[in-house]
């Protein structure tokens, strides 16, 4: 089986900074795009960044400059950082990752969330 745990979300106050981590485990051939989703309550889920295998990314524009995506290949994980925090940052945030299993078929995985909380 294929897990994906995100770690890192936590109570932070407006200008400071979080580390958020994802975590792919299991019967993993090679992991294809990673990203970082987020959804606030009574808004729809929105993409926050992006990464593909070879390092390439892209950012919703209101984070640009502020967030950073990286992720490590050999550990299978990806990260955000996230500086300069807002308010509006607010949510809970998910970990996305396309990831081919053993059976060489690429698979859509989600981690369960973590909340992240900006203070004003």
């Known amino acids: 089986q294929v897990q994906v745990v995100e770690s890192g979300g936590g109570l932070v106050q407006a200008g400071g900074s979080l580390r958020l981590s994802c975590a792919a485990s299991g019967r993993i051939s090679s992991i294809n795009a990673m990203g970082w989703y987020r959804q606030a309550p009574g808004k729809q889920r929105e993409l926050v960044a992006a990464?593909?295998?070879?390092?390439?990314?892209n950012y919703e524009d209101s984070v640009k400059g502020r967030f950073t995506i990286s992720r490590d290949n050999a550990k299978k994980m990806v990260y955000l950082q996230m500086n300069s925090l807002k308010p509006e940052d607010t949510a809970v945030y998910y970990c996305n990752a396309e990831i081919v299993g053993t059976d060489h078929v690429p698979h859509e995985y989600w981690g369960q969330g973590t909340q992240v909380t900006v203070s004003s």
């Open positions: 990464i593909t295998r070879g390092g390439t990314t």
